[in-house]
């Protein structure tokens, strides 16, 4: 092997080897959110890139082009707080938040000092007609039902929204479980409905991502391995080079 080639297959072990660093901080944060509630795991999206050397030799990079995030729904754990929810279907909750409306799927909510539906972060819960869900003073009894619309005994107090976007993907994910449409239009989420007394769990399996990360481990030292033995390739070539030929 040339040593132009011994520096390129280098290349190629780098070029893997940090994508692999990057999807183990992917994993990671996977692992960290297993009890998250409505968090959603993510996973790298690998391309072969190619690119021709002078010599007219190609050469097979990895690179990672985004982060694909894992849709199913998580499972439906029980929470008997009546102002918990959860959403069975594709649906969004609409949040009021200081920079705009944002979304989410995490439905563990509380009430502020004026009665109003909000998140754990503080931000309020949007029904429909953009406003917050309000509770009146002194009421008990809350109900939830299937299609969002909130009644206490002292009568309706709104309803719900729930929205979908056409390409869930390319939402953004922000701080606090909510995601930025980026543009997209809030549809209505026909079909979503709601589960009182219920919130989602992670849909993240600590099995499956422990074995991804196992895995991962694996193939970077694998790959740091190699990089060390090409190192090792060119300086034993290099020490040739440069040693006096023997009479």
């Known amino acids: 092997m040339s040593g132009k080639q011994m520096e390129n297959a280098s290349y190629i072990a780098l070029s893997r080897q940090m994508a692999l660093r990057r999807e183990m901080d992917v994993i990671a944060n996977n692992m960290a959110n297993l009890n998250t509630t409505a968090y959603k795991g993510e996973s790298m999206l690998f391309v072969e890139y190619l690119e021709t050397t002078e010599t ?24 008997e707080n009546p102002l918990d929810t959860a959403i069975s279907g594709d649906g969004y909750y609409e949040i009021e938040t200081p920079v705009g ?5 995490n439905g563990s909510f509380h009430l502020n000092g004026a009665g109003e539906l909000i998140t754990a972060n503080g931000d309020k819960v949007l029904g429909e007609g953009g406003n917050p869900i309000a509770l009146p003073p002194n009421s008990s009894d809350v109900t939830i039902t299937r299609d969002g619309s909130v009644s206490t005994d002292q009568g309706p107090a709104g309803k719900i929204r729930m929205v979908r976007f056409e390409n869930e993907q390319a939402l953004i994910k922000m701080p606090g479980g909510l995601y930025d449409a980026d543009g997209q239009e809030a549809l209505p989420a026909e079909g979503s409905e709601l589960m009182q007394g219920m919130v989602e769990n992670s849909n993240v399996s600590g099995i499956i991502e422990m074995t991804k990360m196992i895995s991962t481990v694996r193939s970077y030292s694998s790959t740091g391995r190699m990089v060390n033995e090409e190192h090792e390739r060119q300086r034993r070539a290099i020490q ?8």
Not at 62 to 68: K, R, Y
Not at 101 to 105: C, S, V
Not at 240 to 247: F, Q
């Open 101 to 105: 409306p944002r979304y989410t799927r």
């Open 56 to 79: 007219g030799e190609k050469m097979s990079f990895v690179q990672d082009i985004s982060l694909v995030r894992n849709l199913t729904a998580g499972n439906l754990n029980s929470t």
């Open 240 to 247: 040739a080079l440069g040693s006096p030929a023997k009479g």
